[in-house]
């Protein structure tokens, strides 16, 4: 799932993915679904959401032999957009230096 992801996404723009059903589709709110159909196990998918319009957020990932979403699964992206939006989004990430005390 993650190589199919790395390979189709940095491609599709926002607008084509909410237009790509059999790939992307649409749940609730700000949630999306992303969909991989494997031989054995049913379907992969990943629950994700979008930031500043480009930047794909992926929230959780699981395997599903029916169609319908676990609310669950859908209420878990759902806090993770609310914690991800609280705390700043994109904007308010950083990447703090690490330093070798050995040195």
Do not use: W
């Not at 319009?53 to 957009?81: D, H, M, S, T, W």
């Amino acid at each position: 799932m993650l190589a199919d992801l790395t390979e189709t996404l940095p491609n599709r723009t926002h607008e084509s993915l909410k237009r790509d059903i059999e790939f992307s589709k649409h749940v609730r709110g700000k949630i999306f679904e992303f969909r991989l159909v494997v031989n054995r196990g049913g379907t992969l998918r990943v629950l994700y959401f979008f930031d500043k319009g480009y930047v794909i957020i992926c929230c959780n990932a699981f395997a599903k032999k029916r169609n319908q979403l676990p609310e669950q699964e859908i209420q878990r992206a759902e806090k993770l957009y609310d914690q991800y939006t609280a705390s700043g989004g994109v904007g308010a990430l950083s990447i703090d230096a690490m330093e070798d005390d050995e040195r």
